[in-house]
């Protein structure tokens, strides 16, 4: 069971156990209610993440430990104000009905309480959770969630999952994966870890050079562009069963990106012109997107599959372009900045994130509307910022900079603040791509 | 045979002097079969590199003497193909640069096809920014980096 558990998908079988074999009291109504009364963009939601309760040696470790792993993950989300609770939060006279003292939890400026208990069933651990409108004294959620002692970092994700979706509407950051590059062999070889950096494995050990690793839609496959054979070649391979197709009649392979889970399109110059290519996820060439000289890479799409952004040097310099595949138009995206690159589509559609190679020598990432309006700088004055990707929420993006000399990953928000490191590994680190669980 | 048995009686009567001179003052050592002469090693005088502007794949005046001396050794060495390494200095993105060497080498390759080179003795790979030669971070070591690189098989 624990080595089930364990591995890719460990987060999300957790949480599917969770939803089909506990009760649930989830009140999605109440949930809407609670986010059409907050008002867009007032800030951070103040919570009071409560201690929890636990009686017994065990339960009480374990206990302490889902409370680091729930704060810290909330924590890393960057969507609450941790409050501390107040010590009369709970009157517990009654040791059977503790009572929430819903006043102290105001007069501190709570809006969300949340407070559980840990108990045990031979070896499986159960956390009650409750979550309520402080203001109304509403129950926004009642939901238990149980899992063994290597599940605990998946359980307690479940409830900051099922917290943030009930209060914000959106899918959260929990349960997501980011893959990327690290030299730290010795080798560029390619890496996972969780959301917030936590548990890193390394995916690839081909001692050769690989680049852009690109989860598909829903985890189960990765690109990538690998140069065992001698040449940048694109291989996908599956997570679970570990079969990997190369696609070998190219030349030169570059740079996938995902249409949906069954497609990813990458360059591949077998015909002499670097063309972009849709390839299904065996391996076997679909059809050709691209017809031109000039250089066409970095394929990202719009969440509904019908549109791709790509780099183009067909006007020079490269800069970004949309084309609607359906019609094959094109048109120009990018007209500020003379060397445009790296887009990457966000999860809701509406916005593209690239990078910019200024004169000074800086790279910096921005964001722009799909329709070329609404241009956001997101860095500036810190180095070489490349290769941003976004949270599966849309709320943060992970990128890699030099600014403190090694290229290492960091995550910030959408207005560039919260700019934060994101992982402590030796060597350098490149190239991240968020999964999106879409 | 007949002619072999002076050859074999010139090589035998000195080996087993030297044998015996051996074996007076230290272990008998058996020297080897002398070996097969090694082929020759593949000297590569004249593939060289030729070097590019920046962010440019089309070729420089001063690439076309380099790229005929590299077209004449290809001439030569009917033994070796060829494979032409596009390579790009470390500014810019990784993506942009590993199709950049490829449009570098591709420019050589086609010029040196041109001059009579049969295709299929080469091959283009692109290493874009991945293997530069030079280290530094100054023009001086980006120039040198921006080039296609000639290797012999």
Known sequence: MIQFFRGFVSGIFAMLFCLVFSPLYLSAAEGQEYIAIRKEGTGNIALVLDKLDAKGRKETRFAEILDATMHDGLDFTRLFSLISPPLNVKDNTDRKNVVINFPALTSVGAEVYAGGVVTMKSDMIILDMKVYEAAGSKLLLNKTYTGTEADLRSVGHAFCADLVELLTGKKSVFGSKIVFISNKTGFKEIYECDFDGYGVEQLTNSKSISMNPTLSPDGKNLAYIDFTSGRPTLYIRSLNGGRIAAVGKSSVSIDPGWRNNNEVAATLSFDGNQEIYLVNSDGTLSRRVTNGKSIDISPTFSPDGSKMAFVSSRNGLPQIFIQDLASGQVKRLTFSGRYNTQPSWSPAGDKIVYTTWEKGGEINIFTINADGSGLVQLTQRSGENKSPSWSPDGEMIVFSSNRLGKEKLYVMNLKGGNERLLLQVDGEQTQPSWSLFR | ?153
């Not at chain 2, 390579?87 to 041109?114: K, W």
Request: aromatic residues 8%; negative net charge; contains cysteine.
């Open chain 2, 1 to 153: 045979m007949k002619t072999m048995k002076p050859l074999l009686r010139s090589l035998f009567i000195p080996t087993m002097l030297l044998l015996g001179a051996c074996g007076c003052c230290e272990e008998v050592v058996v020297p080897p079969p002398p070996p097969p002469p090694p082929a020759a090693p593949v000297v590569l005088p004249g593939l060289g590199d030729v070097f590019y502007d920046f962010d440019r794949s089309e070729l420089r005046a001063d690439a076309v003497g380099q790229l005929k001396t590299n077209a004449d050794w290809i001439a030569a060495n009917t033994a070796n193909n060829v494979t032409i390494e596009g390579h790009c200095d470390e500014r810019g993105t990784s993506e942009y640069n590993l199709a950049l060497g490829e449009r570098r080498a591709n420019s050589a390759r086609d010029y040196i096809v041109n001059l009579g080179v049969a295709p299929a003795r080469l091959k283009t790979v692109s290493f874009g920014e991945e293997k530069p030669f030079a280290l530094g971070h100054t023009e001086e070591a980006w120039a040198q980096n921006r080039r296609a690189h000639f290797v012999a098989e």
